[in-house]
């Protein structure tokens, strides 16, 4: 099994971007892993398929940031609302309890006065 894939490989390359054989041709080798490539392949990828050399960094940082700048956007906005949501909440149950207080004192005070 192995003794095959060793003669495949060897008699033929196979692109690993494409992963058809690399036969003739314009051939793009990895200078990292040796890895053979279409030069069209090469072109349309960049990179190599297989370990990525030769990604450009601009590239690498511009699909690294976006989603980080999302995140960091969300956490910014949602932390105000939720403290807003927070202190409604809080004003609320005060108010409320306020009320309830202020129905139980009247109460006592109107029984008192009737008693
Ligand atoms: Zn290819
Ligand atoms: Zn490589």
Redesign the pocket.
């Known amino acids: 099994m192995s003794d095959l894939n060793v003669r495949v490989q060897r008699d033929r390359p196979v ?1 690993p ?2 992963k ?1 054989a690399v036969e003739g041709g314009d051939v793009w080798l990895c200078p990292a892993c040796f890895a053979q ?2 030069a069209e ?1 090469h072109h349309e990828h960049v990179a190599c398929a297989t370990c990525g050399h030769g990604r450009p960094a601009a590239a690498a940082a511009a699909t690294a940031s976006p989603p980080a700048e999302h995140a960091g956007l969300l956490a910014a906005v949602d932390d105000p609302t939720s403290n807003a949501v927070t202190t409604i909440g809080l004003l609320l149950i005060s108010g409320v309890f306020a009320l309830v207080l202020g129905a139980m004192l009247l109460a006592v005070v109107t029984l008192a006065r009737g008693g």
């Open positions: 692109c971007y494409c058809a490539h279409h392949c």
